[in-house]
Every structure is written in C-alpha cells, then in structure tokens.
C-alpha cells in the first residue's frame, strides 16, 4: 500500500567503490590532459539514482578516475546523460579547464561579472556583448600573431610560450591605435607632430589600464 518508491536499495558509496578490489577498471587515454599532451588514466563507471527528500529523482552515470601511476588523487564525476560514454564525460570535465580560463580572462579583462548595472535586462544584454568582444578580439588577433610571431610580454621568473588574451589585447590596441592616429603622419617625413588631444587620448589609457 503507498505511493511507488522512488529509489532503491541504498548502493556503496563511490568511495568504497574507489577500494573495492571487485570495482572493474579499464584503461582510457584522453587526447589532450590540460594542454600536456595524451594521458592514460584508468576509468570505473555505472549508473545510479540521486535522491533527496522532498525532491524528484535524478538518474545520473557517475565515473571515476584515477592516474595507474599515482601522480594526481582519484576524481568523481558525475553526468545526467545516462548514455553518455565514461571517455566523452571525461573528456567533457577536462575541457571545463578552457571555459574557466575563458571567464577568467574575460573577467579581468572585460569586467565580465563586474558591471555595475542593477537592472536585470541591462545584465542580460551586457554579458554576451562582453563575450562577444571577447570572441572578436581573439579573432582579429589569431591570425597576425601567427604572421608575425605575435606580440608575447615575458616575466623574469616565467617564461610564457604562447600569447595570452592579455597579449592579444595589447595587439588590437596598437593595430586600432595605429589606424586612427599613426596613420596621419607622412612615412618619410624626419619630424612627427602628435597632438595633444592624442596625447591625453594616450595618457588615459595607459592609466587606467595601468
């Protein structure tokens, strides 16, 4: 008599999963761990339900992870796409690492988060045209750093190997800057005259941006 249950009998938790010896492992190589290249790790995976009273049952594939060479802790993830391939969802959850410095660039350098608005359309139509911005500057830059090499700013105690999106953003402000001011001087001309709104133009950015 009752209503229907909602979930089963209670399932080992994943970390005695983790040291179960009858836990079956199989061996996946991600094409490219976090920029460093192919990388085997071992994977465990099933399915289960996730349950909380007072809130509906969510269906979820849970893998674990762990390195067969001891070099970084066992990691749980967990999916809600049940048909989902234990190598796909890993592959998913390694790919978070370009989203995070994505949001982390954009914040730094385009205020995204930051904006002082307190009207929620206001929010809703600024973040995408900072992201925009964001994916504009990213393309103008790619292609003339590949060209020339770039223009890649270096630290005494670290050396960077690729630009940045600092760097990239430094490029656009010279090839805009060299556009709309530079360009107003003869090429062969031995004296160049800058005017002082230019000037000014110069100082307050290099301040702020300071």
């Not at 399932?11 to 836990?23: E, K, M, N, S």
């Not at 199989?26 to 009273?53: C, F, I, K, P, Q």
């Not at 988060?113 to 206001?122: G, N, Y």
């Amino acid at each position: 008599m009752g209503r229907p249950r909602k979930k089963g009998a209670r399932l080992p938790t994943l970390a005695a999963r983790l040291g179960d010896p009858a836990t079956a492992w199989t061996l996946v190589t991600v094409a490219n761990w976090y920029g460093a290249g192919a990388r085997t790790v071992e994977l465990a995976s099933d399915t289960a339900v996730w349950y909380h009273s007072g809130l509906p049952p969510v269906a979820i594939r849970w893998v674990l992870v762990r390195d067969p060479h001891g070099q970084f802790d066992p990691q749980a993830l967990r999916c809600t796409d049940l048909a989902a391939e234990p190598a796909q969802i890993l592959a998913w959850f390694v790919l978070r690492w370009q989203l995070e410095v994505t949001f982390e660039e954009a914040r730094r350098h385009l205020g995204v988060e930051s904006q002082r608005q307190w009207s929620d359309r206001a929010i809703l139509r600024t973040t995408p045209a900072l992201f925009g911005l964001f994916s504009l500057v990213t393309l103008w830059a790619h292609p003339r750093m590949v060209a020339t090499g770039g223009l890649v700013r270096q630290a005494a105690w670290y050396h960077k190997p690729l630009p940045t999106f600092a760097d990239a953003l430094a490029l656009v402000r010279r090839e805009i800057w060299g556009q709309v001011a530079f360009c107003m001087s003869d090429n062969g001309a031995d004296l160049v005259k800058v005017p002082r709104a230019l000037i000014e133009r110069f100082a307050d950015a290099l301040c702020f941006a300071a």
